[in-house]
């Protein structure tokens, strides 16, 4: 169960631009010998939160009203970008009439299906997921760099605000799925799934890092470095990251509904269908319009809801605002 729930929150994590390369790329090999250090503490801050979510078994339905009215937009058009990426892998790989159309209609429909036992599936494919990223990493990391990682000089702080919205993102997406493994463990065994998740993050991270720094200079800007790389393979190499790409799309796709499910009154019969009728229809906008303007506000707006539910908790807000307007006394005076 343990494992489970930690490769099943991993397999939650990485969706398909964490497969591709290009959220590797992007966040940590462009910044060159400082990109050891952003995977270390992009795998930190994604195993404190899930920590922090486990410990507080921080649940959506309890969100505030205004919260799940903004996260359920923006958690379709994530879905929808998954879905999206799917029907392009079908069209890619299969060359049958409207294969696009059928791709992302049967992985959706699947996602659906998957997400109300989310953790048994997300699991199980985790445990295949990870091994196979791990091995397209090697595969990568055997090439010989084309030319050196010229880049130019690093922004640490903008490396690091980003960061914090790439953690706030992922965490976001998987809130589903941690809050479902912290309702059915223990306190301590939440401790060990965020430490099991934590540890294998962090090898992903380092695995993807090295495996991809080296290219830096030369795929700093390409859509799908992964995808490039293991085209030196020639079919094999591109079917294995097609695989990859697809369980990632999947298993992301999948925490997703699971979350969005949550996010509906429980009085609908029918939540998943609804789910998946909103991602279709976000997908229709296509994958890179979704991932450019979509993911950066749910990775921060996650993160103010997560965090803002405990500030309201704690009646910090409610304490300040129901002393404006009110007439010290002599206790307050003498505080």
């Given at each position: 169960?343990?494992?489970?729930?930690?490769?099943?929150?991993?397999?939650?994590?990485?969706?398909?631009?964490?497969?591709?390369?290009?959220?590797?790329?992007?966040?940590?090999?462009?910044?060159?010998?400082?990109?050891?250090?952003?995977?270390?503490?992009?795998?930190?801050?994604?195993?404190?939160?899930?920590?922090?979510?486990?410990?507080?078994?921080?649940e959506?339905?309890?969100?505030?009203?205004?919260?799940?009215?903004?996260?359920?937009?923006?958690?379709?058009?994530?879905?929808?970008?998954?879905?999206?990426?799917?029907?392009?892998?079908?069209?890619?790989?299969?060359?049958?009439?409207?294969a696009r159309?059928?791709?992302?209609?049967?992985?959706?429909?699947?996602?659906?299906?998957?997400?109300?036992?989310?953790?048994?599936?997300?699991?199980?494919?985790?445990?295949?997921?990870?091994?196979?990223?791990?091995?397209?990493?090697?595969?990568?990391?055997?090439l010989?760099?084309?030319?050196?990682?010229?880049?130019?000089?690093?922004?640490?702080?903008?490396?690091?605000?980003?960061?914090?919205?790439?953690?706030?993102?992922?965490?976001?997406?998987?809130?589903?799925?941690?809050?479902?493994?912290?309702?059915?463990?223990?306190?301590?065994?939440?401790?060990?799934?965020?430490?099991?998740?934590?540890?294998?993050?962090?090898?992903?991270?380092?695995?993807?890092?090295?495996?991809?720094?080296?290219h830096?200079?030369?795929?700093?800007?390409?859509?799908?470095?992964?995808?490039?790389?293991l085209?030196?393979?020639?079919?094999?190499?591109?079917?294995?990251?097609?695989?990859?790409?697809?369980l990632?799309?999947?298993?992301?796709?999948?925490?997703?509904?699971?979350?969005?499910?949550?996010l509906?009154?429980?009085?609908?019969?029918?939540?998943?269908?609804?789910?998946?009728?909103?991602?279709?229809?976000?997908?229709?906008?296509?994958?890179?319009?979704?991932?450019g303007?979509?993911?950066?506000?749910?990775?921060?707006?996650?993160?103010?809801l997560?965090?803002?539910?405990?500030?309201?908790?704690?009646?910090?807000?409610?304490?300040?605002?129901?002393?404006?307007?009110?007439?010290?006394?002599?206790?307050?005076?003498?505080?």
């Amino acid at each position: 169960m343990l494992f489970s729930a930690g490769f099943g929150i991993v397999s939650a994590v990485v969706g398909a631009g964490f497969a591709s390369g290009r959220e590797i790329m992007h966040f940590f090999s462009r910044y060159g010998p400082w990109s050891w250090c952003l995977c270390a503490l992009a795998a930190g801050m994604m195993g404190g939160l899930t920590a922090w979510i486990m410990q507080e078994r921080f649940e959506m339905e309890n969100a505030p009203c205004l919260g799940k009215a903004l996260l359920l937009p923006l958690f379709s058009a994530a879905g929808g970008a998954m879905t999206a990426a799917a029907g392009e892998l079908f069209a890619l790989n299969l060359p049958l009439f409207h294969a696009r159309e059928l791709g992302a209609l049967l992985t959706l429909g699947a996602a659906v299906a998957a997400s109300s036992r989310s953790i048994r599936v997300l699991g199980m494919i985790g445990k295949i997921l990870t091994p196979l990223m791990l091995l397209a990493f090697f595969f990568c990391a055997r090439l010989i760099p084309e030319q050196d990682a010229m880049l130019s000089s690093p922004n640490l702080g903008t490396a690091l605000v980003e960061l914090l919205g790439y953690c706030g993102l992922n965490v976001t997406l998987s809130v589903g799925i941690i809050s479902e493994a912290a309702q059915q463990c223990i306190a301590e065994d939440r401790k060990i799934i965020s430490f099991i998740t934590t540890v294998l993050l962090l090898i992903l991270l380092l695995a993807g890092n090295a495996a991809l720094l080296p290219h830096a200079g030369a795929l700093h800007r390409a859509a799908l470095p992964m995808v490039v790389l293991l085209r030196n393979y020639g079919k094999p190499g591109f079917y294995l990251s097609a695989v990859v790409l697809y369980l990632a799309v999947f298993s992301t796709l999948t925490a997703i509904i699971q979350a969005m499910r949550t996010l509906l009154p429980q009085r609908i019969s029918w939540r998943g269908g609804a789910c998946g009728c909103l991602c279709g229809l976000a997908s229709l906008l296509g994958f890179e319009e979704i991932v450019g303007s979509a993911y950066p506000v749910l990775g921060w707006l996650g993160l103010l809801l997560i965090f803002g539910r405990k500030f309201l908790k704690a009646g910090t807000i409610r304490r300040a605002v129901s002393s404006i307007g009110r007439t010290p006394n002599k206790e307050d005076n003498n505080r």
